[in-house]
């Protein structure tokens, strides 16, 4: 069902669902950014729609709500272990297609890869989608291309106009707390975006002969292994453990889950010292085949969805874009090889 709301109306609507969820969408973090007076837009809790940012693409994804950048799995003593509480209320989450898709990738990981994560399970079956319009592409998009730039699997679509805001609702139990605020039943059609600038092609007869490609050596200079595109990445979910122990009591802590970067040193160290990939052009190597090539052999669509915030946030100008065109000429680079 399609519904109109003034701004207060739909403000009525965000309290009545506070009572059972907390509220995230993209928002301004004033001086949050990387330099002097520049502002941050990245997830956080809203009250109000003015609070959400339309017309910037977050900097960093919603992957945080699901999977915090560090989160307790349990507590310990010398005889007793207990796990730590979930949060007591849901989540609903404002995004754009692009990041809906990712859901799709993290569901993937989390709960079809051999077996189902309890951790992230009990967050996620707490966690309803409004799908945010985009009517043009921001910088570095490649969403069209990657086929995320349109969704239908979300719990409400939202996008406001000439100052109205205008919903289609898919979730039955929000039908009473829509209809009281609305002023008006409207069809409403999600906007999405048909043409990105930044354009990438994946070759259909890529192999894993690329890996011998010469591409990846000039990001053994170019690459300083900070692990941002990792960071920012909504469908990277690589994470370590780490046992904390409480300084009044060195056998009791607990046992927390925090994000991991195969960027960065140390990810591939192994017992004994050995480490499978030092340089900086081999993780980045194992990066882009891992989004483009390997995920996609087992689960049939591209773990990449194309939003661009790698290309973003890359403090030396790498292009996630650029690496993915320039397999089609190492591909061709390798088959020359083999062929002499």
């Known amino acids: 069902m399609g519904y109109c709301f003034d701004k207060e109306g739909f403000n009525q609507v965000l309290q009545e669902l506070a009572k059972e969820y907390v509220v995230y969408a993209p928002k301004r973090f004033k001086n949050g950014g990387s ?13 109000t729609v003015e609070e959400i940012v339309f017309d910037r693409k977050s900097d960093y994804s919603f992957k945080e709500i699901l999977l915090p950048l560090s989160q307790t799995l349990f507590f310990f003593t010398e005889d007793a272990v207990k796990e730590a509480n979930p949060p007591k209320k849901g989540a609903v989450i404002f995004l754009r297609s692009c990041d809906l898709h990712a859901v799709k990738r993290l569901d993937a990981v989390y709960l079809e890869n051999g077996g189902e994560d309890y951790y992230y399970k009990r ?3 707490k966690v309803k989608f409004v799908l945010m319009g985009c009517r043009h592409s921001f910088e570095n998009c490649f969403c069209v291309d990657m086929e995320t730039n349109r969704t239908d ?9 000439s100052g ?5 609702n898919h979730n039955e139990a929000w039908e009473a707390a829509f209809a009281a605020q609305s002023t008006e039943t409207s069809e409403v059609i999600p906007a999405y975006v048909t043409k990105n600038e930044n354009r990438v092609h994946i070759s259909d007869g890529m192999t894993l002969d690329v890996m011998h490609s010469k591409m990846w050596d000039e990001y053994d200079s170019r690459c300083i292994n900070c692990g941002r595109c990792n960071f920012v990445c909504p469908t990277c979910t690589c994470f370590t453990m780490q046992d904390i ?30 480490c499978y990939r030092k340089k900086n052009g081999q993780r980045m190597r194992f990066k882009v085949l891992h989004k483009v090539y390997d995920y996609k052999k087992r689960n049939g669509y591209h773990m990449c969805v194309g939003c661009g915030r790698c290309d973003d946030i890359c403090p030396e100008y790498i292009s996630f874009a650029n690496s993915i065109n320039k397999l089609a000429d190492a591909i061709k680079e390798v088959s020359t090889n083999a062929g002499k």
Do not use: H, P
């Open 35 to 47: 330099f002097s007076d520049t502002d941050r837009i990245r997830y956080g809790e809203i009250q």
């Open 123 to 125: 967050l996620r079956d």
């Open 153 to 161: 699997a979300y719990d409400a679509y939202l996008e406001i106009k």
């Open 164 to 168: 109205k805001v205008y919903v289609d």
């Open 245 to 274: 122990f409480y300084t009044d009591n060195g056998k009791v802590g607990e046992r927390r889950r925090v994000w991991a970067s195969c960027m960065v040193d140390g990810f591939t160290e192994v017992a004994g010292g050995g």
